[in-house]
């Protein structure tokens, strides 16, 4: 079963015909099986969210003939057990990842503790394009940093240069209000970059598949510190097989708050989750299952922007963190409340394994 994870994805089959992406446009007017499996037919409610999100969001279905003889139907649900991947030891495990200080701070967002979401990385460009920090990213064990794939796209290794540890990105070591200081961020070189090779951008201005590795040069100490920390992976079949809808999730940055005005320190939104079908409708676009949605819970802090791409989009689950999005697009922040889009990190689990080395 493991195998359907890293090669191509199976057919679910509903009856006789030939297996196509169920996302092809040019089938869909005339393809009923491809109507019933996005209505949940022939799967039931459990299985069918699961084949929506694996493979990267690709799922095909059998598009029956006309008139199609009675046939017997058949699904395979992927396994969603990871422990097969030989690189799975190579995150951490939940003791020791996701752990976060506690804070005082307002629940609906704002400037985060200085030792608040230790795995939020900033993205320092050095090129002709662009300079200075413009993207973030998520510290996901001694090694990688995940982002989305539009934040590297076209930018060579020396190009880019990762900042761990940070909270004021014009000061180091930085210091808060109250005279706590932090040690002095970690400038990392970043030895490969690894995009997904379905990257692309859509029809609506919209991104496909926006995820992307970056290695490190270096390794950092494998018991981190009280500023660099990594942030758990839902690689359980718990998470898995969770949609994350309605649910009261938070994002973290740099980017701007609803001014012009690009933030020093690291700040922080509580929004919420929506369902993909509800979100299509507040934006007028398709948003595929390899994708998820958060709008936010108030107009003060409307969402994320700007060098927030790339960013975290996390979960708080017994008190553990977990990424489980990564800032894709959107409206631009401070003028709208509609959702923005995220890349669904349970959809590219497979795709991150199997390219993580030590």
């Known amino acids: 079963m493991i195998r359907y994870l890293v090669s191509k994805p199976p057919c679910v089959h509903i009856g006789k015909g030939s297996c196509l992406r169920r996302f092809d446009r ?195 100490p494998g018991n981190y510190t009280n500023y660099i920390f990594p942030i758990c992976m839902p690689t359980s079949v718990t998470l898995m097989q969770d949609l994350f809808a309605n649910r009261n999730v938070s994002t973290v940055g740099w980017g701007l708050a609803g001014t012009e005005t690009r933030n020093r320190y690291k700040m922080y939104s509580e929004i919420k989750t929506i369902s993909n079908h509800k979100c299509e409708k507040e934006l007028e676009k398709p948003i595929s299952d390899s994708k998820m949605c958060a709008k936010p819970l108030s107009s003060k802090y409307s969402d994320v922007c700007g060098s927030d791409s790339g960013g975290p989009l996390q979960i708080q689950i017994n008190g553990t963190y977990y990424l489980i999005g990564i800032v894709s697009y959107g409206p631009r922040c401070g003028l709208t409340t509609l959702p923005a889009v995220y890349t669904r990190v349970t959809s590219y689990m497979a795709w991150i394994l199997e390219n993580i080395t030590d």
């Not at 022939?42 to 199609?68: D, H």
């Not at 649900?77 to 506690?102: M, S």
């Not at 939020?120 to 510290?139: F, H, I, P, W």
């Not at 590297?152 to 200081?181: K, S």
């Open 26 to 220: 040019s089938i869909r007017s005339f393809c009923w099986s491809i109507v019933k499996f996005r209505g949940g037919g022939g799967c039931g409610s459990f299985k069918t969210p699961l084949l929506r999100r694996f493979f990267g969001g690709i799922t095909s279905v059998c598009c029956e003939e006309p008139n199609p003889t009675s046939a017997t139907t058949t699904t395979t649900i992927p396994d969603t057990d990871y422990n097969e991947f030989r690189t799975l030891p190579l995150l951490p495990n939940e003791n020791y990842c996701g752990l976060d200080a506690a804070s005082e701070r307002s629940i609906s967002g704002g400037i985060t503790d200085i030792d608040q979401y230790r795995w939020t990385v900033a993205l320092d460009y050095n090129n002709q394009k662009m300079e200075g920090v413009r993207c973030g990213g998520s510290l996901i064990n001694t090694r990688y940093v995940l982002t989305a794939a539009h934040c590297v796209y076209r930018v060579r290794e020396y190009e880019l240069t990762l900042c761990l540890g940070d909270w004021d990105i014009q000061e180091n070591p930085d210091c808060d209000m109250d005279g706590n200081c932090n040690e002095e961020a970690k400038f990392v070189n970043v030895s490969r970059i690894i995009i997904h090779p379905e990257y692309k951008r859509d029809r609506t201005g919209g991104k496909v598949n926006d995820i992307a590795l970056l290695r490190m040069e270096n390794a950092i």
